[in-house]
């Protein structure tokens, strides 16, 4: 059973950046392609970022593309989130979760595709 837990959320200013983190246990970490999504209050949950098993490919929503960055260091179990240029429209509950069934060189953006999920952390972009 793997087990995720991010960390890092918290309150920043309309254009600053903030950095959260997800650390993995209970599994081989470089067979999960990770995800990064986002539910805002009276919203759907949604696709922000996606990165391979290897960390070679990363993929964006169009909505965070050029501002958000997502890397993992499979050395340390550990994927991240680096958002700059915030907006308070990226205010959210932030979640991370572990794709088992991905191919070595592809991520899915479906949230039904991915099998844990952390407990969430909360970002509040402030204006």
């Known amino acids: 059973q793997v087990q995720l837990v991010e960390s890092g959320g918290g309150l920043v200013q309309a254009g600053g950046s903030l950095r959260v983190s997800c650390a993995a246990s209970?599994?081989?970490?470089?067979?999960?392609?990770m995800g990064w999504f986002r539910q805002a209050v009276g919203k759907a949950r949604e696709f922000v970022a996606a990165?391979?098993?290897?960390?070679?490919?990363?993929y964006y929503a169009d909505s965070v593309k050029g501002r958000f960055a997502i890397s993992r260091d499979n050395a340390k179990n550990a994927v991240y989130l680096q958002m700059s240029m915030l907006k308070p429209e990226d205010t959210a509950v932030y979640y991370c979760?572990?794709?088992?069934?991905?191919?070595?060189?592809?991520?899915?953006?479906?949230?039904?595709?991915?099998?844990?999920w952390g407990q969430g952390t909360q970002v509040t972009v402030s204006s």
């Open positions: 209970g599994g081989t970490f470089s067979r999960f392609a």
């Open positions: 979760a572990a794709d088992s069934a991905s191919s070595y060189a592809s991520v899915s953006r479906r949230e039904g595709e991915y099998d844990y």
């Open positions: 990165v391979t098993r290897s960390g070679g490919m990363q």
